[in-house]
Nanobody
Framework: QVQLEESGGGLVQPGGSLRLSCAASIMFFGNYVMNWYRQAPGKQRELVASITSGGSKNYLDSVKGRFTISRDNARNTVSLQMNSLKPEDTAVYYC????????????WGQGTQVTVSS
């Protein structure tokens, strides 16, 4: 059974930083694109950042220059470093992994709350 365990959420003041981490219990981690999504109250879930096993990255426009996604293929982990946080970044953040060959193999973490407030 695939498990994604997230950590690192919390409350931070505007302009502050947080680092989210996600550990995956799965074989062939390199066959998966790793993603971070977020969902704010009353809004649709949106893709924040993604990274391939080769290290290619993509970001939501509103987080470019502030967030950095990284992965460690040897440890089956993915992280999201979030700097210069804004109140509009407040959301539940979800770790997601999608198989590059079989897209139906798509797994989600339980979510971690990030709140940016003074």
């Amino acid at each position: 059974q695939v498990q994604l365990e997230e950590s690192g959420g919390g409350l931070v003041q505007p302009g502050g930083s947080l680092r989210l981490s996600c550990a995956a219990s799965i074989m062939f981690f390199g066959n998966y694109v790793m993603n971070w999504y977020r969902q704010a109250p009353g809004k649709q879930r949106e893709l924040v950042a993604s990274i391939t096993s080769g290290g290619s990255k993509n970001y939501l426009d509103s987080v470019k220059g502030r967030f950095t996604i990284s992965r460690d293929n040897a440890r089956n982990t993915v992280s999201l470093q979030m700097n210069s946080l804004k109140p509009e970044d407040t959301a539940v953040y979800y770790c997601n992994m999608q198989n590059i060959v079989e897209p139906n193999l798509n797994y989600w973490g339980q979510g971690t709350q990030v709140t940016v407030s003074s």
